[in-house]
């Protein structure tokens, strides 16, 4: 019986999901989840940090800094905080699919165009493969990703009470 190998498969190249996920690895954005936890928090403060260019100005035009600091401050940090979410969304969406394209025992792909699909069922070795990868590579990232999501809301938490007892 003649096994099909990684070098038989029929899905193009790009589509392959270890080529999507060394691809995603190595992008813009998606790389910074990958870096080590210092910093990682410092890229995110960064984006934190670029997102009071717009927050701040609102946050003044809704609560003078000179005449009530807290809530400025507050409201400039929370709005500031919304790009940071979005960035976290888009990183976990993105991690995500490539999570479940290796997961997955089959890969759906696009020979030509929208309407020729087809999937590849993958053999075993590949199927072992990418799920090493997804338990060993891809869910510290997802972890990481919620662990900062989850202090994100902490922060949003905090903020409100603060809020609430100014």
């Known amino acids: 019986m003649i096994r ?7 899905v193009p190249t790009d589509q392959q999901p270890l080529n999507e996920y060394e691809q995603l690895k190595t992008s813009w954005l998606f790389c910074d989840s990958i870096l080590n936890w ?9 984006i934190w940090s670029l997102s009071w260019l717009v927050a701040g100005p609102v946050a003044a035009a809704s609560f003078p800094p000179h005449k009530q600091l807290v809530h400025f401050i507050l ?4 709005g500031a905080s919304l790009g940071l979410v979005l960035v976290l969304v888009r990183l976990l969406l993105g991690w995500l699919y490539i999570r479940d394209r290796l997961y997955n025992t089959t890969v759906f792909y696009e020979e030509s165009g929208w309407y020729d699909g087809q999937t590849w069922m ?8 990418d799920r090493l990868i997804v338990t ?3 869910k510290p990232i997802l972890q990481r990703l919620q662990f900062t999501s989850a202090g994100l809301a902490g922060m949003f938490l905090i903020g409100t009470i603060i809020w609430q007892l100014s």
């Open 122 to 129: 993958k053999p075993q070795e590949v199927i072992m493969r």
């Open 136 to 138: 060993y590579e891809i």
């Open 4 to 10: 099909p190998s990684v070098s038989h498969c029929p």
């Open 38 to 46: 210092q910093d990682y928090i410092i890229k995110m403060a960064w």
């Open 75 to 78: 409201c400039g940090a929370a």
